[in-house]
């Protein structure tokens, strides 16, 4: 699987869109972009996933760049419950008796 | 969506002895899971992947006598954290994978994780 490059950490207000970039340089045709996000002291829940084009879900908008290379997660209207450790983890789409492997993401922290 | 549950959500447990973890698939047949560990303020680290029916296998540095995972059935897979000392405290969280749901869906399933603290 490609490697990605998150920032260590963020800072967003609430009520305001947090956008979290992630770099994936080396990535291949066929690798998916997913997020995932951990709550303290939680499992982690996923979020949203896409290839090429950008996506949007009722938590999250992913937009892709052209060349795949990056990509940001957008929360359109973060609240105090969007602070989390965010991951990016970039992987072939049918893999599924594989594991994913997470970085160490980004640390969101929403702030009244 | 899938759901997936851990038993018991904490422990505390005397140096020496052992400790089970239960991972659950609620509403759908996990034919892998997956057994993570986290310690504090680090990423989550793969320990090792279980099929049902089979062995599981494990991630280099993790010793499979130490940490026996047992995949008996289709919706349950156990932990066991043999003669635990204190540097075994950590989260442990398992995922599960349904070959069905992943290719419409997300691939991984997490549990809310079990909070080990060994005395």
Sequence with gaps: D????????????EGRAANLPCNHSTISGN?????YRQIHSQGPQYI???????????MASLIITEDRKSSTLILPHATLRDT??????????DQAGTALIFGKGTTLSVSS | G?????HPSWVICKSGTSVKIECRSLDFQATTMFWYRQFPK?????????????????EQGVEKDKFLINHASLTLSTLTVTSAHPEDSSFYICSANDRVLSLNYNEQFFGPGTRLTVL
């Design chain 1, 31 to 35: 690798e998916y972009v997913y997020w």
């Design chain 2, 42 to 58: 680090q990423s989550l680290m793969l320990m090792a992947t279980s099929n049902e029916g089979s062995k599981a296998t494990y």
């Design chain 1, 84 to 93: 989390a450790v965010y991951y990016c983890i970039v992987r072939v789409r």
């Design chain 1, 2 to 13: 490609a490697k990605t490059t998150q920032p260590t950490s963020m800072d967003c207000a």
């Design chain 2, 2 to 6: 899938a759901v997936v549950s851990q």
């Design chain 1, 48 to 58: 949203i996933h896409g290839l090429k084009n950008n996506e949007t879900n009722e």
